[in-house]
């Protein structure tokens, strides 16, 4: 009997071999490199912009395959860190088997690995983002017995030439449908390449945002990830903006995840959905309620949430997007179904499973149950996000609200049920704590918290420091106040347009 999760697996690898991803080794990718006629190995790891960075290993005999996949290879860690001095930058990157891929663009046969990094001494680098992400899980895990699943919403817009034919209007394409939906091509393209990288994709749509202009029109869409662990959830968003960018440029057109491109039009945000585990079991409702563990995880989000804008929201442009009157949040709240909120509660399927059955009268078959399907939403961190710190400081919360004397009290007193935007709900709104209004002073918050961060050596300083620095380096403080045309917000627009 074929196992159920490897039946219609897009992973050629996975299909190859019967076998899921992590059950991969050194020798079941060897054969399939020499069944399959793989001629290079390409190693991937995330850089300090964040962005995947590809060394491409040459197969010359099964000799030089096993070296590579034995030891890994060298690096200039200065080059790819601005942290790391250029006096002691060797670095090692070295393979996890499990996220190995059949590489879907290359003409030539490749397969594409995921990389982690390693000191002169052997030993994980502390302040590497993929390192820094494991540390913050197992301390998590180690202190609590709870596990974290997670899934991101990746918006972006794609750019291109003005197509008369079945015009787009500002602010309507939720969901539309081609061909007013013009990138839905696009859009499928990557979303089967993504599969076939090892993504696990929930579903991809037209997005509200659609911005027309004189000479170029921009639409905005959605995919959406399914709970995968904590780690392999950072590795997919990596590699989803890699084959976005990749597809995009094929099709002669430009992808931007830039938190904001126009004034007045939806940005693009990068939600974060949390699911908690205990023993494989979710931790988040029981009894249709929410758990006291659902609550303290809030109230750890909720207590960092300024803090964590210095991860999940890098450049100036994202502080054009987290501002009033706009569905992303400026308060810090929570609340059920409520999208001015910074933590949303969405539907979760409970007591919601006969839905199917009533749309289809003469259905008798039993349905699975999936109440156990809900999550928390981050709603603040937008496409410039550093996807691995970002979990990784989701992860710190997470624990620092399990630990938090008063972290009930405190969901108490942040809850909302309204929308605080609105004129009559202005009093809510004043009792809120506020998330920063600049890069600059996302960093200070970041300095403020950073005894929390680097709590048994999750986050190193050097690490703190350097982003902190990095994150002053916009020279944003006062930025909002300070632009007062189209045009000033139009260049530090296309300053950052690539960020992400």
Not at 377 to 382: A, G, L, M, V
């Amino acid at each position: 009997m074929v196992d159920p999760h490897i039946a219609m697996h897009p992973n050629k690898i996975v299909e190859f071999l019967g076998r899921l991803p992590q059950d991969f080794t050194k020798e079941h990718l060897i054969s399939f490199i020499e069944k399959n006629d793989i001629r290079f190995v390409n190693f991937r790891y995330v850089g300090g912009d964040g962005r995947l960075k590809t060394l491409n290993c040459g197969i010359n005999s099964r000799f030089q395959l096993d070296r590579f996949l034995s030891s890994g290879e060298r690096v200039d860690g200065s080059s790819l860190f601005s942290y790391i001095d250029s006096g002691s930058g060797d670095l090692y990157v070295v393979p996890r088997f499990r996220t190995a891929f059949f590489n879907p663009f290359t003409e030539v046969p490749t397969v594409d690995i995921l990389c982690s990094f390693y000191t002169v001494e052997g030993v994980p680098l502390p302040s590497s983002f993929e390192n820094v992400l494991q540390r913050a899980h197992e301390a998590l895990q180690q202190s609590t017995g709870l596990k974290l699943k997670a899934m991101g919403e990746l918006e972006y817009y794609i750019m291109r030439g003005i197509d008369p034919l079945y015009p787009a209007e500002p602010q309507k394409g939720y969901h539309e449908s081609f061909p007013f939906s013009k990138g839905e091509a696009l859009r499928l393209e990557a979303l089967t390449a993504m599969a076939q990288a090892g993504c696990r994709i929930k579903y991809g749509h037209a997005e509200v945002g659609y911005i027309p202009g004189e000479d170029c029109e921009m639409e905005q869409d959605e995919i959406e990830f399914l709970p995968v662990a904590l780690e392999d959830a950072a590795d997919q968003i990596v590699i989803a903006r890699w084959v976005l960018r990749t597809v995009a440029y094929r099709h002669g057109v430009t992808v931007s995840f830039a938190p904001k491109i126009q004034v007045g039009h939806a940005g693009n945000g990068l939600h974060i959905h949390t699911e908690v585990l205990r023993e494989g079991r979710n931790m988040l409702v029981e009894a249709d309620q929410l758990t006291d563990t659902a609550r303290r995880v809030i109230a750890g989000y909720l207590s960092l949430a300024p803090s964590l804008t210095a991860f999940g929201n890098t450049v100036p442009i994202s502080y054009l997007r987290l501002s009033p009157h706009q569905e992303a949040p400026t308060n810090v709240c929570w609340g059920e179904q409520n999208r001015s909120a910074l933590i949303r509660i969405p539907l979760g399927w409970l007591g919601a499973n006969d839905m199917v059955k009533d749309a289809n009268p003469i259905e008798t078959g039993d349905f699975p149950d999936f109440s156990q399907s809900q999550t928390l939403e981050f709603r603040s961190p937008d496409g410039s996000a550093n996807i691995h710190l970002l979990l990784a400081g989701l992860a710190v919360a997470a624990r620092h609200g399990m630990q938090l004397p008063d972290a009930l009290e405190l969901a108490d007193k942040l809850h909302v049920g309204v929308n605080i935007f609105s004129a009559q709900d202005e009093g809510i709104r004043e009792r809120l704590p506020t998330l920063p209004g600049s890069c600059w002073e996302s960093a200070d918050l970041l300095l403020k918290d950073r005894a929390i961060y680097e709590r048994d050596s999750v986050f190193s300083p050097v690490l703190i420091d350097g982003f902190a620095e990095q994150l002053r380096s916009h020279n944003d403080r006062g930025l909002g106040g300070q632009l007062r045309t189209e045009e000033e917000i139009r260049q530090l627009v296309n300053r950052y347009i690539h960020c992400g």
